[in-house]
């Protein structure tokens, strides 16, 4: 079936002082390009990083009606200009960014990512699958060495694998398979600032009560907020999409 999508869109600094975050949605005639991009603190200039990637994948996806193979090229195109730029300023290594993109045509849905910034798929209320970060915690549950629920709290949350803006010596990116669209399905990317601080129970929730994509994406918000009071909280954003 071909997709009736809605969109709502949400970023925001937090406790820091430059918001690292960027994120996008784009249309070309039956595709739409979701995108999501955090930019990794501490490194100067992962706010140049992330807006560079985002803007690269627009101008990508203006130009292409492929959308199979497209986040996988955008990604590779993104990292070429990223690392080029990153010469141009004499910045080597201090623009770097994570990245999820969801892209639909007329039957499916295509997932990619780079780093610990998430995509979910949701049908009838329920999480069916997310993207794996690229983290040292995320290994340790992939190794059973911790569980899953441990992921928000660990002390090595925050180092990630793989990331854009350094060297590769192949591609990092990962691709899901793609999914075919249904009714009652819905997808939200989001930074780590976003998912450390609401739990996928809360995420299931809240769809479930929710009457738009607007308020499923508000009342997660309310819920992030509340549980970062009191913490210098990180840049944190989403994009939730439905398909109706």
């Not at 060297?167 to 398979?177: F, G, I, Q, S, V």
């Amino acid at each position: 079936m071909s997709g009736n999508f809605k969109h709502a869109i949400f970023t925001n600094v937090g406790g820091r002082q430059i918001n690292e975050d960027s994120v996008g949605v784009f249309k070309n005639g039956e595709n739409t390009c979701y995108i999501l991009c955090d930019g990794l603190g501490g490194h100067g200039m992962g706010d140049v990083a992330s807006s560079l990637v985002v803007a690269v994948f627009e101008d990508q996806f203006n130009k292409t009606d492929d959308a199979v193979n497209f986040i996988g090229q955008a990604f590779t195109a993104s990292q070429d200009i990223l690392m080029a730029e990153q010469k141009v300023r004499n910045a080597k290594r201090k623009m770097k960014t994570t990245g999820v993109a969801v892209v639909t045509d007329d039957r499916n849905a295509y997932i990619g990512h780079i780093g610990d910034s998430r995509g979910y798929v949701f049908y009838k209320n329920k999480v069916k699958t997310r993207t794996l970060d690229h983290s040292i915690p995320q290994m340790l549950v992939l190794s059973r060495e911790i569980k899953e629920a441990q992921i928000r709290y660990h002390p090595d949350r925050n180092t990630l694998l793989r990331v854009m803006g350094v060297e590769w010596d192949e591609p990092r990116y990962e691709l899901m398979a793609p999914i075919p669209l249904k009714k009652c399905q819905a997808f939200l990317l989001c930074s780590d600032g976003f998912w450390e601080l609401i739990d996928e129970k809360e995420m299931c929730a809240q769809l479930k009560k929710a009457s738009s994509v607007e308020e499923w994406l508000t009342n997660m918000i309310r819920i992030v907020q509340t549980n970062g009071e009191g913490k210098n909280m990180d840049n944190y954003s989403a994009i939730a999409v439905w398909n109706e």
